[in-house]
Every structure is written in C-alpha cells, then in structure tokens.
C-alpha cells in the first residue's frame, strides 16, 4: 500500500511542487496517525464515549485558538464572550461527564487530557491538510498525509508493537 501510494504521488504531483511546500504542510499525515495511536491505547482505558466526547472539545478549543491567531493560514475569527461562555460549557459538561462515571481523580483527570489533545490533533491535521490542498492541489493534499500517516504507523508498529 505504501509503494503503490507512492508510485502514484511520483506520476501525479512533480517533485519540486513537493520541495517548494513547507515541512510543517507535510506533516499532516503524521498527526492523523498520532490520533490513532491515542486512540488505540485510551480507548481502553477511559471507554469510546468518553473519549469522543473529550476529543470534540479538544477540536473545537484548537480550532478557536488557530482562528484566533490566524495559524496555518486560516482567516482570523476573534474570540468573544460568546465562544467563551460555550468552551465553558462544553468543560463543564465533560466534567459532568465524568464525575458521573466515577470520582475524579489526577490519574482520571490525565486520562481526560490526552483525549482533549488528540481531538486538538485533529483540528491541525485538518488545518495542515487544507493549507497544503490550496498550495499542491487536491491530489497531493490527499495522498502525501497517506504516505506520511502509512509510514508513521509502519514505523510504531515496528518499533512499539510486541510479538503475539
């Protein structure tokens, strides 16, 4: 799958169109596949809903902060007093969430973060992505995170997944 990906980004995109682009536009792929290694190990750990839930408040809180400032090239949208008082909420209710489940503690709370910066990793990728769609076209801002993602995975798998 990796060669093939591959062997099609070489005949549709030119190489120089890929050196003229920044290495942060590159790096697309990389994050979707940090997402998924997040996912496979706290998915177990704090169950599927729970970390849905913290993943869409890491994206929406993300996607305010990269539109605040203007980064990766998006148009910027300041923050109000409306957005605030919704972030509010939306830590309230995971919070809420949360204590429902069970009693808070620091090793729960850690295990909340991380699904909160997952969901933050996303908004980038889909940032990153969309910066380098614009700038390479539509071909290349879908197979170069392939090709990233694909090798970014293949290399956990060889370094960080046991036998059996």
Do not use: D
């Not at 750990?45 to 929406?60: C, E, P, R, S």
């Not at 148009?75 to 939306?90: C, V």
């Not at 309230?92 to 850690?110: D, E, H, Q, R």
């Not at 908004?123 to 071909?139: D, E, M």
């Amino acid at each position: 799958m990796v060669l093939l990906s591959f062997v099609v980004l070489c005949n549709r995109v030119c190489v120089k169109q890929l050196t003229a682009l920044h290495t942060w536009e590159l790096c697309g792929g990389f994050l979707g596949a940090t997402y998924l290694v997040f996912l496979l190990v706290f998915v177990t750990k704090v169950g599927v809903g729970l970390f849905m839930k913290a993943v869409v408040v890491g994206q929406l809180a993300m996607g305010a902060v990269l539109e605040q400032f203007g980064w990766i090239n998006l148009k910027i949208s300041k923050f109000n007093y409306n957005t605030l008082a919704a972030f509010l909420l939306l830590i309230v209710a995971l919070l809420l969430i949360v204590t429902l489940n069970a009693p808070i503690s620091i090793s729960l709370a850690l295990w909340i973060i991380v699904p909160v910066l997952a969901g933050s990793l996303l908004t980038v990728q889909a940032a990153v992505n969309g910066s380098l769609g614009q700038k390479a076209g539509t071909h290349t801002s879908t197979l170069v995170p392939f090709f990233v993602g694909t090798v970014a995975r293949g290399l956990v798998f060889v370094f960080f997944v046991g036998e059996g």
